[in-house]
């Protein structure tokens, strides 16, 4: 059964800190995804990478960034955790090169206080 | 650019009343993909449907279908006889082709069900 599992389902930091979020998928995918979701705006794609140690922007980059040192394991950080970062994410995985189904971690909800 | 509207931000209905979730998507590609996911109160997201744009064959799959039609380049979803389990946020994506054929999603807004008994 293939898996992306999501270091924390509830998470709740302080303006300031320093926070990572991290996924795991056990299914040898090249491309992982990190999108966050907010009521009324759907989706969005924060980063994605295409292969270790690659990494590309997607629509709402600012105020991320991501590491990928490892195939099965892409990380969010929040380099200085804002309220207007309190919001769910989710991350995403997919086989390189086909356009099936991205698989969905369960979501990690963040608080910033 | 790629865009995906569902313009129906909730739809509330009661139980064993059919319902029709509308997407409509924009793309230059003349190669594309359509999904539609659920994402049920757990918070995950669940594949329902992939569709490529070669294929305009409506679909069924149970109480489920699907309406595809390139030329009002919308991608419908219908549910028959709803019922409580229904009740989800559901979203249509439009698939998009990166470098080496590599595929990202561009999701719509989402649509909240809720089925009332």
């Known amino acids: 059964d293939v898996k992306v599992t999501q270091s924390s389902r509830y998470l709740v930091k302080r303006t300031g800190e320093k926070v990572f979020l991290e996924c795991v998928q056990d299914m040898d995918h090249e491309n992982m995804f990190w999108y966050r979701q907010d009521p009324g705006l759907g989706l969005r794609l924060i980063y994605f990478s295409y292969d270790v140690k690659m990494k590309e922007k997607g629509d709402i980059p600012e105020g991320y960034s991501v590491s990928r040192e490892k195939k099965e394991r892409f990380s969010l950080i929040l380099e200085s955790a804002s309220t207007n970062q309190t919001s769910m994410y989710l991350c995403a995985s997919i086989l390189a090169g086909v356009a099936n189904e991205q698989f969905f971690g369960p979501g990690t909800r963040l608080t910033v206080l | 650019a790629q865009k995906v509207t569902q313009a129906q931000t909730e739809i509330s209905v009661v139980e064993k009343e059919d319902v029709t979730l509308d997407c409509v998507y924009e793309t230059r590609d003349t190669t594309y993909y359509l999904f539609w996911y659920k994402q049920p109160p757990s918070g995950e997201l669940v594949f329902l449907i992939r569709?490529?744009?070669?294929?305009?064959q409506n679909e069924i799959s149970g109480r489920y279908s699907w309406n595809f039609q390139k030329s009002t380049s919308s991608f419908n979803f219908t549910i028959t006889a709803s019922q409580v389990v229904d009740s989800a946020v559901y979203f249509c994506?439009?698939?998009?082709?990166?470098?080496?054929?590599?595929?990202?999603?561009?999701f719509g807004k989402g649509t909240l069900l809720t089925v009332n008994p």
């Open positions: 569709r490529n744009s070669f294929d305009e």
């Open positions: 994506a439009l698939s998009e082709e990166g470098r080496g054929s590599n595929y990202k999603l561009t």
